[in-house]
C-alpha cells in the first residue's frame, strides 16, 4: 500500500473514531484548537493530513496516532535466519538491527584447543541454553552450566569454548562494537576450573 493510499484512508478513519465516541466537530475543535471547518476537510479528505494535525486528535481521542493513521499490515514476524559458520562454531542471528543490538544462538562444538583470549568495545551478555561453557575471562577461569549467564565489559580479555564432554549451545548478546574484535595478550592464569 502506498503512502498515497494510507493518507487517503485517513479522513474515513478520523469520522469513524469521531463519531464511535459520540463526539462533535465542534467539541473535538474545543478539545485540539482546529478549526472546525479544518476539521471537516480532513474527514472529508479535502485536507492532507499533516502531523501537527494528527497529534492533538490523538491526544483528544486518547489513541495511538498508529490508529488515526492506519499502521501498515505487519510482515512476517518469524525470524528467517541463515546460520554463519565461523572457526568451527555456528552463530544463528536472532536480530535484524545493524548498528543495534546483536543477539546469536551459538553452538560450540567439543574440542580441544587452547583458549585464545580476544577483547574488544563493548559488553557482552552470555546465557547457556545446554551443555557447559568455558569462560576465560581476565584472571578468571569458570564453567557456567545450562541456565547460567555471565555478563562482562569486553575490553577485558575473553575466551569461551565447551567443558563438557559434548557440544555447548549459549545465547549472545552484544552491541555492535562486538563484531570488531581483536587479539590480545593471553592471560598469565589459564588453570581450568573443573
Known sequence: MSTDDVLAEVGARLRRIRREREVTLAALSGATGISVSTLSRLESGLRRPSLELLLPIAQAHQVPLDELVGAPPVGDPRVRAEPLRRDGRTFLPLTRQPGGLQAYKVLEPRREREPEPRSHEGYEWLYVLSGRLRLVLGEHDVVLSAGEAAEFDTRVPHWFGSA?????????????QGERMHVRARPARRAREG
Do not use: D, H, Q, R
Not at 164 to 176: K, M, Q, R, Y
Open 164 to 176: 563438557g564432554p559434548g557440544p555447548v549451545e549459549f545465547l549472545s548478546l552484544f552491541g555492535p
